[in-house]
């Protein structure tokens, strides 16, 4: 699905139309993402970065120090204080939109969870799909099943 889709925040103050990308959306076990989501993981998915357009309303990002060392750019409604997206040195060209945020998500099952060695010992997904103990490996945005760990 490459589709425009449009989203927004609990709010509505923040309007937004991206192009998520097929086969991207991921579950984020990471205490990074436990914390920014305010759950037990995060669930995103891949938009070009050129594709992603602020129709309304206002980001404040808050810029943190990944465990990769890379700074990561989370994006937030500066009304509602709604996760929106982020972006990062380690994912150029790319805007990870929360896929909660979307206005329809039902289009985009998550394909693998990362940082599972991270999880809370009751909000593993499921056994059905790629598992990383740590970060994700991906081939031009997309998983290669080969890279596979459980």
């Keep these: 699905m490459t589709d425009r889709v449009d989203g927004g925040c609990l709010c509505g103050a923040v309007r937004y139309s991206a192009s998520p990308q097929e086969g991207t959306a991921y579950y984020c076990h990471c205490r990074d993402c436990q914390l920014g989501s305010a759950s037990a993981f995060h669930v995103a998915v891949f938009s070009d970065l050129t594709a992603f357009e602020l129709l309304s309303g206002e980001l404040t990002t808050y810029a943190k120090q990944a465990d990769s060392g890379r700074m990561v750019e989370r994006k937030f409604c500066t009304q509602c204080?709604?996760?929106?997206?982020?972006?990062?040195?380690?994912?150029?060209d790319v805007v990870i939109l929360s896929l909660s945020s979307l206005d329809d998500p039902e289009g985009y099952a998550p394909v693998h969870e990362g940082w599972t060695e991270k999880a809370l010992s009751w909000a593993r997904i499921s056994q059905n799909i790629m598992s990383f103990s740590g970060r994700p490996v991906r081939q031009n945005y997309l998983l290669d099943s080969s890279e596979k760990e459980t």
């Design 81 to 92: 204080g709604a996760p929106i997206c982020w972006t990062g040195e380690g994912f150029p």
